[in-house]
């Protein structure tokens, strides 16, 4: 059973910092077709992705919300996918959501969700 667990989630003023952690277990995450997704959702608002890495070769992306700020990186002996996110701002309040999927295309294709943890960034 492929299960993702987010952990890291927490409040934190503006400008501050939190990393997410994304543990995966139930498949084989160095598998060279997985790709690992950030995603989130404000309140009132759409889930959107946010960033991605491509195991086969490492790639990366990030939505324009999130550029410059955010950085996604992978430990694959610890099968976790970290999100460090800097100078957060009262924008990136949510839910912060892992997913992955082995046949992806941007934030398309992701068929294994975790549960998600919350951010609060206040002024």
């Known amino acids: 059973e492929v299960q993702l667990v987010e952990s890291g989630g927490g409040s934190v003023q503006a400008g501050g910092s939190l990393r997410l952690s994304c543990a995966a277990s139930?498949?084989?995450?160095?598998?060279?077709?997985?790709?690992i997704g950030w995603f989130r959702q404000a309140p009132g608002k759409e889930r959107e992705g946010i960033s991605r890495?491509?195991?086969?070769?490492?790639?990366?992306y990030y939505s324009d919300s999130v550029k410059g700020r955010f950085t996604i990186s992978s430990d694959n002996a610890k099968n976790t996918v970290y999100l460090q996110m800097d100078n957060l701002n009262t924008e990136d309040t949510g839910v912060y959501f892992c997913?992955?999927?082995?046949?992806?295309?941007?934030?398309?294709?992701?068929?294994?969700w975790g549960q998600g943890t919350q951010i609060t960034v206040s002024s």
């Open positions: 890495i491509s195991r086969s070769n490492g790639q990366t």
């Open positions: 139930g498949f084989t995450f160095d598998a060279n077709d997985y790709a």
């Open positions: 997913a992955a999927g082995r046949f992806t295309w941007r934030w398309t294709g992701f068929d294994y």
